[in-house]
């Protein structure tokens, strides 16, 4: 075995001899979801119920055992993480092992064993709805930053769960269509990450997938679970099913899958329930598939500590800590990405007397949305809040709204909202998406639009903070377009005429459409869901307490039709959804085809400069490294990201030639990431890099540099490694 432990067959012995204590009945127990997030624990053998929570972002709120409904609790508030999209804009790898530490302390503080998170499945699409639960559109960055999460997490005793396990790319009928995929490009592009956070970073659970692969669904798949995980990686933790992911008691009893959860609160009816209890009874499923479940169930238990007089042993967890608190700044400071910054708008100098924010963002709680992964925070630091905790009393800070976004009314039917799951297997898998999803040019939002408009010209600096929101950023429904909702491009158009130095910032977990006032803005900053404490770190970056180090990644197209599963591919698929883009994901596509984003895959500016001096490939066991000098140039201390990426001949040779689409299969991308390093450099500071590549074989060109389109080294090389 890989991964995991050391003893398997240690481990696996003393839980094989504990099921074979158990009845059929005790053993059906455990394999099913007896409350909406536990299963049921055998008392006469003392064995633990397996209780388990959402979700990436913090531990979630308690709900009644059988109905979602918040138990209205006072000790259930947490520390807010920035979502995983936000992580991965770091960059920083250390940073992902202390976020997923902060979850599993609080997860175990909590009194979890499992904790649903993270959620790694390749943004496929900027309109995916839960793209902010997830890392990125490229599987090495993905796997580089939620490997270390994973471990994190477990280091407090308490299992991370992987999610979605695999190609769970929409939210759009997410429980039924279909992926058609080439084998190659299911390996190449979307297990990847997978492999790094449940073999190299040891994750003892993972969530099947709602959605079907070649026919079959996910979390019943012969091919994914048996195949795949089981027999090619030898993978022997728990696979645990999407919340009703499951449809057919022979189908997932005989698959490799081992617990069944699901929404509704008929827990006896389970699939795997009293349906499989009778299977076994009349012969039709042999008893040994359910032992199996159950010897993995307890060997998972095992690992935890949850067993017998190892249990005083178990880590006890801590949560809502100072620490916490500070692991969730620090992360949020160096997720916010500067787009932008034309004649150095930024940093805003403290000494402003009058500055008005704009936007309803600027106000908005973030951490109460988005499907699942809401929390209850402790607190959440608004961008409003933040500049004003920043620059304290003798700075006037004006807020005014802009636009409508219906959030001054939202919590009205809370109950409503909190239940969403219950009905959240209905219609394929979505939520009720039309309401969300439309907003009206109202006389309101012409009042606020033009309220704003009118005040912007008097004050000495003016802030826009706009961006999108969970009604759009959500589980259960995928954008209908890139555009900024509730006329925020003719607004932000409007302000830049009167204000042409008005700072615009963008709060969202997926790109957004600029086109229509990009041009006018001299500086553009975004942030992901930054958590409790992402309103502050935004202040800090805007007057310059802090020097932005973020870095995309995801490609920020110009419009949605510059994305290869948009106009390669089909994006939502309805039944079925063909991913004809193959391995031409993000910005493997649009490099390789010369199609110009807004913004790269990569990018992301700094209030420095930085210079690279030198770099050469050295050829090592592990796939070898690019060892190189960088220096930073300017007046004040920064970090960057050094960015390695192999560049294909075939690729590159083909950039904006769109007939070579028709055979996509036999090309290789003109650029793929195989190696970056966050480093951090005082001013005039510089220092000896080595960054270690991802295993590759053969002659190739390796491109160092700041983004995917900004390479300032070219080393022509032949790399020593293993494929
Ligand atoms: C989501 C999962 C989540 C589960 C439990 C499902 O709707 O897809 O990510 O962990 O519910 O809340």
Not at 389 to 408: C, I, K, T, W
Request: charged share 25%; with cysteine.
């Amino acid at each position: 075995m890989r991964g995991i432990d050391m003893n398997n067959s240690e481990i696996r012995e003393k839980a094989a001899a504990l099921t074979a204590q158990l009845t059929l009945e005790e053993k059906i127990g455990m394999i099913h979801g007896a409350h909406l997030f536990a299963t049921k624990g055998v008392e006469r053998l003392k064995i633990p119920p397996l209780v388990m929570s959402d979700g990436p972002m913090g531990v979630r709120q308690e709900f009644e055992p059988d109905h979602w409904k918040p138990l209205g609790q006072s000790d259930d508030y947490v520390t807010y993480l920035p979502c995983n999209s936000a992580l991965a804009a770091t960059w920083n790898r250390k940073l992902a092992r202390t976020m997923g530490g902060v979850l599993g302390a609080e997860a175990r503080g909590r009194g979890k064993d499992v904790i649903l998170a993270p959620g790694i499945n390749i943004k496929r699409s900027p309109l995916c709805g839960r793209n902010f639960e997830y890392f990125s559109e490229d599987p090495y960055l993905t796997g580089q930053m939620a490997a270390p999460f994973v471990e994190g997490i477990q280091q407090w005793d308490v299992a991370a769960c992987v999610k979605h396990f695999a190609v769970n790319n929409q939210e759009t009928q997410r429980l039924w269509v279909d992926v058609e995929i080439e084998e190659e490009v299911l390996r190449e592009i979307y297990l990847p990450a997978f492999y790094d956070c449940l073999i190299k970073g040891g994750s003892l659970t993972v969530m099947g997938a709602y959605n079907k692969i070649y026919g079959e669904h996910c979390c019943q798949s012969g091919y994914l679970l048996r195949d795949i995980l089981r027999e090619e990686w030898e993978y022997d933790g728990v696979v645990i099913s999407d919340w009703g992911g499951v449809h057919d008691t022979k189908l997932a009893a005989e698959s490799e899958l081992d617990i069944e959860m699901s929404v509704t609160d008929n827990f006896d009816a389970y699939f795997m329930a009293d349906p499989l209890k009778k299977a076994v009874e009349q012969g039709n499923i042999p008893k040994e598939r359910v032992d199996e479940k159950v010897t993995r169930i307890l060997m998972l238990m095992m690992r935890l500590h949850m067993i017998g007089d190892d249990r005083q042993t178990r880590k006890r967890g801590v949560y809502n800590t100072p620490e916490h608190r500070q692991a969730a700044l620090e992360t949020a400071r160096e997720s916010v990405i500067l787009l932008k910054n034309e004649g150095n708008i930024l940093p805003l100098q403290k000494t402003a007397e009058r500055i008005l924010l704009i936007g309803e963002n600027a106000k908005r709680i973030h951490s109460n949305g988005g499907g699942s992964a809401e929390i209850k925070a402790l607190y959440e630091i608004s961008p409003l809040m933040g500049v004003k905790m920043l620059l304290g009393g003798s700075v006037q800070v004006d807020f005014v709204r802009g636009y409508d976004s219906g959030y001054e009314n939202a919590g009205k039917n809370g109950e409503d909202e909190a239940n969403w799951q219950e009905k959240s297997l209905e219609d394929g898998g979505g939520r009720e998406q039309a309401e969300a999803k439309t907003w009206k040019q109202t006389a309101l939002q012409d009042n606020l639009h033009r309220e704003a408009v009118e005040l912007a010209g008097g004050y000495d600096t003016v802030i826009y903070v706009g961006g999108l929101n969970h009604d759009y950023d959500s589980e259960g429904l995928d954008r209908a377009d890139m555009k900024l909702p509730y006329g925020q491009d003719a607004l932000i158009l409007e302000l830049l005429k009167v204000k042409p130095d008005m700072v615009v910032v963008l709060t969202g977990g997926s790109p957004v459409e600029m086109g229509e006032w990009i041009h006018r803005a001299k500086s553009v900053l975004w942030s992901y869901y930054a958590g409790m404490e992402g309103g502050y770190a935004l202040a800090e970056v805007l007057f310059g307490s802090v020097n932005p180090s973020g870095k995309l990644p995801e490609t920020f197209y110009k419009k949605v039709t510059d994305c290869s599963a948009h106009c390669l591919g089909e994006f939502a698929g309805v039944e079925k959804v063909s991913y004809k883009e193959g391995i031409f994901v993000g910005y493997r596509y649009n490099e390789t085809f010369g199609v110009i984003p807004q913004f790269c895959f990569g990018h992301g500016l700094s209030y420095t400069k930085f210079a690279y001096e030198d770099a050469r490939y050295e050829a090592g066991a592990d796939g070898g490294a690019v060892v190189g000098r960088i220096r930073n140039e300017g007046t004040c201390a920064g970090a960057e990201i050094v960015q390695v990426y192999r560049m294909s001949e075939t690729g590159e040779a083909v950039k904006g030639h769109w007939r070579m689409a028709e055979n996509i299969a036999k090309l290789r991308p003109a650029r793929e990431l195989i190696g970056f390093e966050k480093v951090f450099l005082k001013p005039g500071e510089g220092k000896e890099l080595r960054i270690p590549v991802k295993e590759a074989k053969g002659r190739c060109k390796l491109g160092v540099g700041s983004s995917v389109k900004d390479i300032r080294i070219v080393i022509e090389t032949t790399l020593a490694g293993m494929n």
